[in-house]
């Protein structure tokens, strides 16, 4: 269970997360939504500690968090794997690699320096990379490969962390339809393993077909948190003032990304 109490986050006088509470059971697929600059990113962010909170409290099955310091803080960061926009793949690497550095923390620092990765590790990333149909491409530059295609090289790396809990923040902003279809049913398919999946989307709709719950956000607040069937269009424009046909453009907009609903109507 993740528990989310109070927490807050300002920069300077924005701001940016504001008094938060949510609690999260284990295994839950939770979308997040919210207009450019309601705070998802920044949550996300402090789930993960990349970004410390200003007041409030992460807990993660009785342990908080938020104390987290040294040797515990990055097992927390193992635990917690997070997936970005732009994938975050390094490039000039194979992505047998790319999927192996999951491991990097994992491991004792003289034999993370040297790269060197047992005959496990390596079937491991293999496995990984297979689930996604990917295996043929471990020799791979890293670079060779699709969005769609690096995204999922992403998730593999998340999943050699071993992770409890995959943070993915605008997982498939930068993909077309197809391929983010293909990359929410690798999210989806690792959630159902049992790893709980907290997954910023610009979205509506996707967050609709593939959460088990919605939480949106508006200028750092909670708004609503609810299974997808109550998030409707008429509480979408109580929340936001805007139609849902407005608030896509507007969220995609500010990722860079093709709003699905917007263009369906279109
Ligand atoms: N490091 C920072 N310094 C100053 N302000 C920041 C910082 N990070 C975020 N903010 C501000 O905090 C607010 C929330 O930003 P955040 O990136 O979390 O929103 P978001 O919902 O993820 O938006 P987007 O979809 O555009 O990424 C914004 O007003 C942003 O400008």
Redesign the pocket.
Known sequence: MLEIEGLT?R??A????DAVSLSVPAGQMVGVI????????????MLNRL?DPTEGRIVFDGTDVTALRGRALRDWRMRCAMVFQQFNLVQRLDVLTNVLVGRLNRRPMLSSLLRMFTAEERAMALAALDRFDLAETALQRADTLSGGQQQRVAIARALLQEPSIILA??PIASLDPRNSRIVMEALRGVNREGITVLV?L?DLATARDYCDRIVA?NA?RLVFDGPPDDLTAIRIREIYGVSEEEFAAQ?AE??GATPRLAAAVA
């Open positions: 986050r920069f300077g924005k701001t940016a997360v919210g207009r450019s600059g309601a705070g998802k990113s920044t949550m996300l962010r970004t923040d605008e910023n610009h956000l750092g969220a500010a990722v």
